[in-house]
């Protein structure tokens, strides 16, 4: 078979120099299906003044995520965005530089830093949520953020609540604010300048403190990677340390945040899984043992079909550093690709009714996802996959198991059916106003 030149690959159109910019921006899974539906697994589009190759569907999740090739670069394509204000993360780097540094940081995300983040977490979230305001229409997003923020200060940073740990909190809010400015000018009334005014906060705070905290006896994730050491016995750098503990904190938070949104949604829209998961929550002990998140297969269940209706991140690029070939169109050199989860998260073709809520698709009766191992990728895959993923699990479960034994809610009148914004992190627009009230059980 011939290989077509990319001079064939078909072009979105759009406004000239914007392209379709706009139509991304509003509404990215409409985006992403309309060009699917016309031009297939491969298309070009011009978005932010850039040419980017869509890659769209498993085969090409597969394809740029393994990397078999070793032509994705992430760093290239992520620094765009994020260089600036989080210079220096495990996505900015690549090849043998990203292997090493990964390594070295596993140790912050092994089982034991993970039970050990667990005991932290619980004596935050319990206090918190007994105080969330009742009977009246709360974004749930706001709360939600404030919680795990609180909780990634501590756990992340081994910083008491107080004042200190309430300014790192707005200096995080104020960089990943930054992150998604459209006017890039260093001006202190700017979210740009405001973003980097909170780097050089942070940077401050965390350089005082890593000799200290390599010293330590501290169990938090910072103490654990001012302490991680390589084979030869080397430490990270302080300024290696800063600048991962920034990313990290950047990349956990909103994550999370969107996700726990996404399941109180859904189990508001759908009662009888909210009252089955309070039944498997009802029946753990409490306080929650570490081993107790390993017993809750249908929060599990929940919590997938969430990342897969509503996946956090609704793109991931990638620079390819040479041309190759995908399903008979040849991509040039120096391109910029992009996978987006929302095609492969709703294909017919692997996906029973793909836009209905039902969570036992993860069951391994069914097992939908298994049908192409890069189908569900709310967490990337390859060298890249997210290292925080199993802490996001446990927090996200943890934070259930209080929330369902403590409350039962649904969603505001105002807020019967939210609207998304994809951009960047998959939240509803309105925040997800919703009416919480105490069980009567606990
Ligand atoms: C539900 C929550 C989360 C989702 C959906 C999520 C999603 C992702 C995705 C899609 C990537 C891959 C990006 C790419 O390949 O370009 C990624 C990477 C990453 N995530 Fe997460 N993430 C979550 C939570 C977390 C948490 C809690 C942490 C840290 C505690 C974290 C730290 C990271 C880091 C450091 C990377 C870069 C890994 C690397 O380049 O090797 N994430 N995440």
């Not at 379709?20 to 299906?33: C, E, M, S, V």
């Not at 495990?90 to 940081?105: I, K």
């Not at 570490?290 to 297969?297: E, K, R």
Request: aromatic letters at 10%.
């Amino acid at each position: 078979m011939a290989i077509a030149t990319s001079s064939s690959i078909p072009y979105t159109g759009g406004l000239p120099w914007v392209g379709q910019t706009l139509d991304y921006h509003r509404n990215a899974f409409d985006f992403y299906w309309r060009v699917y539906q016309a031009h297939g697994e491969v298309s070009r589009s011009t978005l932010l003044l850039r040419s980017v190759y869509n890659l769209l569907g498993p085969d090409a999740n597969e394809l740029v995520l393994m990397n078999q090739a070793g032509i994705f670069s992430s760093k290239s394509a992520w620094e765009e965005v994020l260089l600036a204000l989080f210079p220096g993360g495990l996505m900015l780097r690549d090849g043998a530089e990203h292997r090493s540094h990964r390594r070295l940081m596993q140790g912050a995300f092994n089982h034991e830093s993970l039970q050990s983040y667990h005991q932290v977490m619980l004596g935050t979230v319990d206090c918190t949520l007994a105080n969330w305001p009742q009977q009246q229409a709360v974004p749930f997003l706001n709360l939600v953020k404030g919680l795990t923020l609180e909780m990634a200060t501590q756990v992340f940073m081994g910083q008491a609540p107080g004042t200190v740990a309430n300014e790192l909190q707005q200096d995080f809010v104020d960089m990943v604010q930054a992150s998604v400015a459209l006017l890039r000018l260093n001006l202190p009334f700017l979210s740009y300048g405001k973003g980097l005014a909170g780097r050089q906060r942070l940077v401050r705070y965390f350089a005082e403190r890593v000799p200290a905290k390599r010293a330590s006896q501290d169990r938090d994730l910072f103490a654990r990677l001012a302490q991680a050491k390589d084979e030869a016995g080397q430490n990270f750098s302080d300024e290696d340390v800063i600048n991962h503990m920034i990313f990290l904190m950047m990349a956990a938070h909103d994550t999370t945040t969107s996700t726990l949104t996404s399941v109180v949604r859904v189990l508001a829209e759908n009662p009888q899984w909210q009252h089955r998961l309070r039944e498997e929550m009802r029946a753990l002990p409490a306080p929650l043992a570490f081993a107790d998140l390993a017993h809750m297969p249908l929060a599990d269940q929940v919590i997938r079909e969430a990342l897969r209706m509503y996946p956090p991140v609704p793109t991931i690029p990638r620079f390819a550093s040479e041309a190759f070939e995908f399903k008979g169109h040849l991509i040039p050199a120096r391109s910029l690709v992009a996978l987006s989860p929302l095609v492969s998260h709703y294909q017919p073709d692997i996906w029973t009714d793909p836009h209905r809520f039902d969570p036992e698709r993860f069951a391994s009766h069914r097992a939908e996802d298994r049908r192409h191992r890069y189908a569900w990728i709310p967490f990337g895959g390859g060298v890249h996959k997210c290292i925080g993923m199993h802490f996001a699990d446990n927090q996200i479960k943890l934070i259930l198991y209080h929330l369902l034994r403590q409350y039962e809610w649904q969603l505001a009148e105002s807020s019967r059916a939210p609207q998304i914004e994809w951009i960047p992190i998959c939240h509803p627009r309105d925040g997800l106003p919703v009416v919480l009230r105490k069980t009567s059980h606990d």
